[in-house]
């Protein structure tokens, strides 16, 4: 699933692309990614950029007379082709623009159900999944408190928490998993039973992770993007291998109906999760 570090990357280097530039013609040839039916994207035709931009996960393409609203879900992307090239087939595209003389940008989906989401709307905020946003770390302004607000002292498992858009946006499961090893804190403790100290530390954790990969991801071409989240990984995707910080074994366990990965040496006092 696309997560706040390389939906900013895709949405600096469409911002690049873009700004100044008209849609000259849409095509959309999957019409449950159209979900403003009253606004199809054929209203954008003539539109012409003027910012691309982030709110959580979701991608925002503004023109100069409304906001197209990409929900990448978990297996959307989006592909780009220089004016003149010839498009890739795979995965095919979903829905398409093309713009007069930079190029086409092209809404995949590789899942096995359309995820992939595209709204015409007046303002980001008309989209109901970032209305209800809450702070983001990569924010500047984002602050110890905003965090301490998200976590509320509540009885929850914290990783559920870091990845619910509307406490925390942008963060999934694998930024969860990193940034709950950072800060050495078991995955399934619940919010209420952390120390202040133990919020600080996963604060800061928390921040400087989602920030790292940001620079990191930064001036990647968009196709090697999700390789690059892969490789940069220490612990998420890497069960069976050593952990990076003391040599342990990364080990799996089963949350919300998908495997996300922990050190137990370090985030667990040894004990192992249910797989």
Known sequence: ?????????????????????????????????LKTRARPLKELVGAR???????GKHLDIAFDSAHLV??????????????????????????SLTFDDAGVVEFTDAGTWVSLGL????????????????????????SHDDFARALGGRRKQIKAILQEQESLA???????????????????????????EEVERLYQATVSTIRDAIDARRGIPID??????????????????????????????????????YCPACQTDGALLPD
């Open 224 to 261: 090697e993007l999700k390789a690059a989240k892969v490789a940069a990984m220490q612990v998420h995707g890497r069960a069976g291998e050593g952990c990076p910080v003391c040599g342990g074994t990364i080990r799996d366990f089963r949350f919300g109906g998908t495997e996300a990965q």
């Open 1 to 33: 699933m696309p997560e706040s570090p390389e939906v900013e990357a895709l949405a600096e280097f469409l911002n690049h692309r873009l700004v100044g530039h008209a849609v000259a013609t849409v095509d959309v040839l999957e019409f449950r990614t």
């Open 170 to 196: 942008g963060i999934g499961n694998a930024y969860s998993d990193e940034a709950l090893h950072a800060a050495r804190i078991s995955p399934v403790a619940h919010a209420a039973s952390l120390g202040d």
């Open 119 to 142: 709204s015409v709307v007046d303002a980001p905020s008309d989209v109901a999944a970032v209305a209800k946003l809450g702070p983001d770390p990569a924010d500047p302004g984002f």
């Open 70 to 95: 990409v929900s990448l879900g978990r297996h959307g992307w989006v592909r780009w082709t220089d004016a003149g090239a010839r498009p890739s087939d795979e995965p095919p595209a979903l829905a």
């Open 49 to 55: 950029v003027t910012q691309v931009g982030r709110y």
